[in-house]
């Protein structure tokens, strides 16, 4: 069965960067991508962004263009999302999810990240 | 951008009874690439229905989808206690992914 586990919670100060990681299982990693999405507190859903995992392709929303980072290695099908210069209201779940150019069909179990001096 | 607004924010029903969600994007949603979540509290969204009108594996039938352009609903036939839930439409037609802010769906 097709499973997305992430990386643990983390606590960051402002200003520090913050890598989450996002382990798939259960289908060809390559045939597919991963986008990232965050949820603040009591908010609603946000996209971050997509990798693909063939080639590395990315795609990021002018928002967060010059801040995030998505990787991946198909060694182990893990892919990394990585956010610099964290600002308290960067504080959310993030979750990593996959894509082909279409719906968000499963879901990873979200990693929350708190900005907090 | 398309911005998707959801209405109602907040829907208040008994079980049995049939619940109507809306989503309205700003902007044609080429090939009503339109999909539907349910969000339990505490849990991930979970997929409910793509392309406007498709169910996703294991939903039941109680949830369908309609629309097209700029307009789309989602509705539950008989609802359930466990129904319970925040529902979110995406748009995943154009370049950035949007969300639309969610209708709580509370069961009295």
């Known amino acids: 069965q097709v499973q997305l586990l992430q990386s643990g919670a983390e606590v960051k100060k402002p200003g520090a960067s913050v890598k989450v990681s996002c382990k798939a299982s259960?289908?060809?990693?390559?045939?597919?991508?991963i986008s990232w999405v965050r949820q603040a507190p009591g908010q609603g859903l946000e996209w971050m962004g997509w990798?693909?995992?063939?080639?590395?392709?990315?795609n990021y929303p002018q928002k967060f263009q010059g801040r995030v980072t998505m990787t991946r290695d198909t060694s182990t099908s893990i892919v990394y999302m990585e956010l610099r210069g964290l600002r308290s209201d960067d504080t959310a779940v993030y979750y990593c999810?996959?894509?082909?150019?279409?719906?968000?069909?499963?879901w990873g179990q979200g990693t929350l990240v708190t900005v907090s001096s | 951008e398309i911005v998707l607004t959801q209405s109602p924010g907040t829907l208040s029903l008994s079980p049995g009874e049939r619940a109507t969600l809306s989503c309205r994007a700003t902007?044609?949603?080429?090939?009503?690439?339109l999909a539907w979540y349910q969000q339990k509290p505490g849990q991930a969204p979970r997929l409910l229905i793509y392309?406007?009108?498709t169910r996703a594996t294991g939903i039941p039938d109680r949830f369908s989808g309609i629309g097209s352009g700029t307009d789309f609903t989602l509705t539950i036939s008989s609802l359930e206690p466990e129904d319970l839930a925040v529902y979110y439409c995406?748009?995943?037609?154009?370049?950035?992914?949007?969300f639309g802010q969610g209708t709580k769906l509370e069961i009295k």
């Open positions: 999810v996959r894509s082909l150019a279409g719906p968000f069909d499963y």
């Open positions: 259960g289908y060809t990693f390559r045939n597919y991508g």
């Open positions: 990798i693909a995992a063939y080639n590395g392709n990315t």
């Open positions: 902007e044609i949603v080429t090939t009503n690439y």
């Open positions: 392309g406007a009108s």
């Open positions: 995406h748009q995943y037609s154009t370049s950035p992914d949007t």
